[in-house]
């Protein structure tokens, strides 16, 4: 039924959702990769679309930036759709220096400082874990189309514009590979609603170097974290 925020039917939404941070990056994954697709919501210019990658249905539905749009977003795919299923395809800053530009990232763990958790049912931990069947899933998949992906935590953080801090510091503190803004929002109400919530992140920037990649690098690289994402769906 629609929400606030969701227009959708309750038929228009699959059981399996990916979430990209940018509702522009769903119209490019529904038009690149799926087949038979249909946009399900536009409400506050959230394009989300439903449509097969090959027989699988799945439902493109963009998270917007930060907790807080990730966590509506999330919580009513999960309670009021019925979805099954989240995996957010965003990307992330990189910490640590073993990582390279465009690396992908499965993510294991999420640590934040966010009162989310504690505003949505006092979950007071600041550590939330990605669901481990998905990942074994989303791993097994890697593995099969020779695609390297780099299991471990993030940092998922409420300000982008933060404070000067030392990030190798926090690195090695909070045993994470990088940075990014939505993670905690998803895997909490994936442990509230009992549903399954995990991310893949490509590294778009790195703390310790100011290399940086073409548009054309970058586009291709997304298109490979995608496609590991669509084809670990028809699994599920
Ligand atoms: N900070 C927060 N989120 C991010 C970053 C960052 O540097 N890079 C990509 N997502």
Redesign the pocket.
């Given at each position: 039924m629609a929400t606030v925020h969701i227009e959708s039917k309750s038929n228009e939404i699959a059981p399996i959702v990916l979430m990209p941070g940018d509702p522009k990056r769903s119209e490019y994954i529904a038009k690149i990769f799926l087949k038979d697709y249909k946009l399900v919501n536009s409400v506050r210019g959230m394009m989300a679309y439903t449509g097969y990658y090959k027989d699988r249905l799945i439902t493109i539905f963009p998270s917007g930036m930060g907790c807080p749009s990730m966590g509506i977003y999330s919580y009513e795919l999960f309670k009021e759709y019925g979805v099954e299923d989240i995996i957010r395809i965003?990307?992330?800053?990189g910490y640590d220096s073993r990582l390279k530009l465009n690396d992908v990232i499965l993510v294991t763990g999420s640590y934040s400082e966010s009162s989310y958790g504690i505003m949505l049912d006092n979950y007071n931990k600041k550590i939330i874990k990605a669901d481990n069947s998905l990942n074994n899933i989303i791993e097994s998949t890697a593995k099969d189309k020779n695609k390297k992906i780099i299991k471990g935590n993030i940092y998922c953080?409420d300000a982008?514009y933060e404070k000067e801090y030392d990030y190798k510091k926090r690195c090695a503190e909070k045993d994470v590979l990088?940075?990014?803004?939505e993670t905690f929002a998803l895997f909490n109400n994936a442990r509230l609603f009992d549903k399954r919530a995990t991310a893949l992140l490509t590294v778009?920037?790195l703390?310790f170097s100011e290399e940086k990649l073409t548009s054309e690098e970058r586009e291709k690289k997304l298109n490979d974290m995608i496609v590991l994402a669509l084809e670990s769906c028809l699994k599920l």
């Open positions: 965003g990307s992330c800053g953080s982008f990088g940075i990014e803004m778009s920037d703390f």
